[in-house]
């Protein structure tokens, strides 16, 4: 059945705006929040999280575990309403990992509907070809620090464009090494704009900025603003 939802969004920037959601369609949603982008480009911007339950990797400096599987069932529709009811232009679903979810396609494709500005934070594992055109995809390539570098799955770069954009997550200097390579085997700075980030209380960012500098790369150095804001704290 089509529920048809008029969607009041009380952001200046967006439109009123009507959207036909199936009421049936249901995902495992761990929690939705409002908190400060922490890392990409559009760090430091007010955002809505959607945070979906399940992942099938298990990286070794994972800080959100607890998102493997706690969580509810809540219809889509709800989903997008507690989304609404925050106000706010820019909204980031997450995990875990969303796309282990196939329902979490649909779910992209109707924020932007909405007329949300949508991003994703997927770890590369999952297939992105389907994933909605207007979303910015924020691609996590798995270093061999993670223990999941096998699950890399490299034909994704085929579905990414300028607009999105390529994360290393560095525990130690061998990784740093490997993303400087992996980078120029696959060409991966003439796709999209990439990432460098340490591993939170690993990898010292000091260090990493110097590394970067010293070898003059073209790579944005990142940390997780949230974490300096709110430390570890769930939903923030």
């Known amino acids: 059945m089509l529920v048809m939802h008029d ?38 911007l007010p955002t809505v999280f959607v945070r979906l339950t399940g992942c099938p990797l298990r990286c070794g400096y994972c800080d959100t575990e607890y998102a493997f599987y706690n969580g509810e069932n809540k219809s889509i529709s709800s989903v997008i309403d507690s989304v609404a009811d ?39 594992a999952q297939d992105i070809s389907k994933v909605d055109a207007r979303v910015v995809k924020i691609l996590d390539v798995k270093t ?15 579905y990414l464009t300028c607009q999105d954009e390529l994360k290393f997550v560095l525990c130690n200097e061998a990784d740093y090494q490997w993303a400087i390579k992996t980078t120029q085997d696959y060409h991966l700075d003439q796709i999209c704009p990439i990432l460098f980030s340490p591993v939170y ?4 960012p000091a260090l ?5 500098l010293r070898d003059r790369l073209g790579v944005r150095v990142q940390i997780q603003l949230h974490k300096l804001l709110w430390g570890e704290e769930p939903g923030r």
């Open 86 to 124: 925050y106000g706010i232009q820019n909204v980031t679903v997450t995990g875990g990992e969303p796309l282990a979810q196939k329902k979490c396609l649909l779910l992209l494709g109707l924020l932007c509907d909405a007329g949300y500005s949508v991003s994703i934070e997927t770890s590369g």
């Open 144 to 158: 061999p620090g993670s223990g999941e570098e096998q699950k890399n799955n490299w034909a994704n770069l085929d």
């Open 7 to 44: 969607m009041i969004l009380t952001s200046s920037s967006l439109q009123h705006t009507t959207v036909q959601i199936p009421e049936t369609e249901i995902l495992r949603v761990n929690e939705i929040f409002l908190s400060i982008q922490g890392e990409t480009s559009r760090v430091g």
């Open 201 to 204: 209380k690993e990898l010292d």
């Open 208 to 212: 990493l900025a110097e590394w970067v």
